[in-house]
């Protein structure tokens, strides 16, 4: 399975951002004549940092305007990994998403797990512009994503539900945050939709990003749509924590989070919103008898564990990820 995923797209104006104080910082001549004077708008928004300077340092809300220049951080390689399970009818949404996004260091790993109405025909269409992963059989959406992350080799893991769809500025907005504060955890903000997919227009991108930005995850102190489509992680931290547990279902993400929660800095991406949630019949938010049927085979797994003096965290396998990728 070779990684011939990768592709680049330069007409996004929000494909190359930089934090407006790396270049007010900066007094050199020579810097000013490679990137140019800033846009009008962007010079009244340093006017309006500025003034409030003292309360962006003692606070932890940040906000900031792309700018259309080239970013002066080292560049960040992002793996965007999409899972799909008999989702025929979503899945082709999810990925022609994948592949608009304008940031160019990306992958996109596309798994399908043991579909059996199709998808498979469908994911096997983008074979030549994704790595296409198709399971023997299904695993379960924690185990397609482990096996995607398995291969992944970005910086970053993207998420992506087969369901659910990246609005176009996701990966450049997402970029920004990371170039700015390197976290290990980027929590992105949903648009919820039904039907047809919303059509995400020029005038609805974004003038400025707003952030909230926490020393660890648990310090988090607003409230957040846990979802595997609006995590961003980086990859050493998932390999840390043993990526997502197959036990913990159906509350992975809460459980994937958990495990993060007192062990990397985390970013919370209060605007502008970067998925698109797709509600339909078949989510699991609306199958609350097989919620409360997996909530107690969590607890009667968890109580068993306890009881043969396990540890307390739930894992997938018995090494690491990072351990199977040396070979140990």
């Excluded at 648990?218 to 846990?226: E, I, L, T």
Aim: glycine share 6%; aromatic share 8%; charged share 25%.
């Amino acid at each position: 399975m070779s990684l011939e995923a990768f592709w680049s797209y330069t007409t996004d104006p929000y494909s190359d951002l930089v934090i407006l104080w790396q270049l007010r910082k900066s007094r050199r001549p020579a810097m000013r004549e490679q990137f140019g004077a800033h846009p009008k708008s962007v010079r009244k928004s340093n006017v309006r940092q500025e003034k409030t300077k003292k309360e962006y340092r003692a606070g932890l809300r940040h906000s900031w305007p792309p700018a259309q220049v080239r970013c002066l951080m080292a560049a960040v390689k992002y793996s965007i990994i999409i899972t799909c399970h008999n989702q025929r009818g979503f899945i082709a949404d999810a990925i022609e998403s994948a592949l608009r996004q304008t940031c160019s260091n990306c992958e996109l790993i596309v798994v399908d797990d043991g579909s059996t109405d199709g998808s498979s025909e469908v994911v096997q269409r983008y074979s030549g512009r994704a790595q296409v992963v198709k399971l023997p059989k299904n695993t379960g959406a924690s185990g397609a994503r482990n096996a995607g992350s398995f291969l992944a080799k970005g910086d970053y893991l993207v998420f992506l539900d087969g369901d659910d769809v990246l609005k176009p500025w996701a990966l450049s907005v997402y970029d920004s945050v990371i170039q700015k504060y390197r976290p290990s955890v980027v929590l992105a903000t949903l648009t919820w939709f039904q039907g047809t997919v919303p059509v995400a227009g020029e005038t609805e991108a974004p003038r400025e990003i707003e952030v909230v930005n926490y020393d660890y995850l648990a310090q988090k102190d607003r409230g957040y749509r846990s979802s595997a489509s609006a995590l961003v992680i980086q990859r050493t931290a998932f390999e840390q924590v043993r990526g997502w547990a197959k036990e913990a279902c159906p509350f992975e993400d809460q459980h994937l989070e958990a495990k993060l929660a007192f062990s990397c800095r985390a970013i919370t991406v209060v605007h502008p919103q970067t998925v698109f949630y797709r509600l339909h019949s078949s989510n699991t938010i609306h199958d609350v008898e097989k919620i409360v049927r997996d909530a107690m085979g969590l607890c009667r797994r968890r109580c068993r564990q306890r009881n043969r003096g396990a540890s307390v965290m739930i894992s997938d396998e018995p090494q690491s990820l990072a351990g199977q990728r040396s070979g140990r």
